[in-house]
């Protein structure tokens, strides 16, 4: 038998390194967290790859917004909330359990996986009162109501291109009565400061309600000027 070529004793090597298993290299890579938060614990999946991209994971923001809710002791008992980009959900789950009738809203691919976390997390008296639907911004906001009492979004300013459609959809959601909850990673790369402090204020009253320095986000408590 004839010894291996250095090429064969190299695949050799990389077999051992690099099992062949398929699902290792799936489009999808599915991981669920554990999350304590409000006195609930919520089993978040999050499914990685590139059919869902920045939609997939649970990002810093959105747990300090979540965390926001939990030290300021939020009650949303009796309160129409929809969020807007929700990704894996986490934030309008939270807000369902805290008593809200929730409209919890993205675009399409990611639906799937907020149905998902939806049915995990919340008792049958919640599931009730909590939907998962479509929501482009600057397209498709006139099917939706205009009577929120909360609107909530979680690192949704990041794509510049974006913000002239997420101000659009504000405007239209965000009643006399709305408040709005923006929480941000203040990326200077995508112009964050820029929506902020430029684009947003021509049609909203902003407070800054929250800041964490170290992670460098910011959460923003939002009025119409109808308001002022």
Same mark, same amino acid.
């Given at each position: 038998m004839a010894a291996p070529t250095?090429?064969?004793?190299?695949?050799?090597?990389l077999a051992l390194v690099f099992p062949r298993d398929?699902?290792?290299?799936?489009?999808?890579?599915?991981?669920?967290?554990?999350?304590?938060?409000? /006195?609930?614990?919520?089993? =978040?999946?999050?499914?990685?790859? $590139?059919? !869902? @991209?920045?939609?997939?994971?649970?990002?810093e923001a959105a747990l300090t917004l979540c965390e926001y809710f939990e030290a300021q002791k939020m009650n949303f008992g009796g309160k129409k909330?929809?969020?807007? /980009?929700?990704?894996?959900? =986490?934030?309008?789950?939270?807000? $369902?359990? !805290? @008593?809200?009738?929730?409209?919890?809203?993205?675009?399409?691919?990611?639906l799937k996986q907020i149905e998902e976390n939806v049915h995990n997390n919340l008792p049958e008296e919640h599931l009730t009162r909590t939907r998962v639907c479509t929501l482009s911004w600057g397209i498709d906001q006139k099917d939706f109501p205009i009577d929120y009492d909360i609107i909530l979004g979680a690192d949704i300013v990041y794509a510049k291109d974006t913000y002239p459609l997420l101000i659009r959809t504000l405007r239209y959601l965000c009643g006399p009565r709305s408040t709005?909850?923006?929480s941000s990673k203040m990326r200077r790369e995508h112009s964050t400061m820029e929506f902020f402090e430029t684009l947003l204020p021509v049609?909203?009253?902003?407070?800054?309600?929250?800041?964490?320095?170290?992670?460098?986000?910011?959460?923003?408590r939002v009025t119409s000027k109808m308001n002022s």
């Open positions: 250095a090429e064969e004793e190299a695949e050799g090597v398929l699902e290792l290299f799936a489009d999808a890579f599915p991981v669920e967290t554990c999350y304590r938060l409000c /006195g609930h614990e919520l089993r =978040i999946a999050q499914h990685h790859g $590139a059919r !869902l @991209g920045v939609a997939a994971p649970v990002w909330v929809i969020e807007l /980009g929700a990704g894996t959900g =986490i934030v309008g789950i939270l807000a $369902a359990l !805290l @008593g809200g009738d929730v409209t919890i809203t993205d675009l399409p691919l990611a709005i909850y923006l049609h909203f009253v902003l407070e800054l309600a929250y800041r964490d320095e170290n992670e460098d986000i910011s959460v923003y």
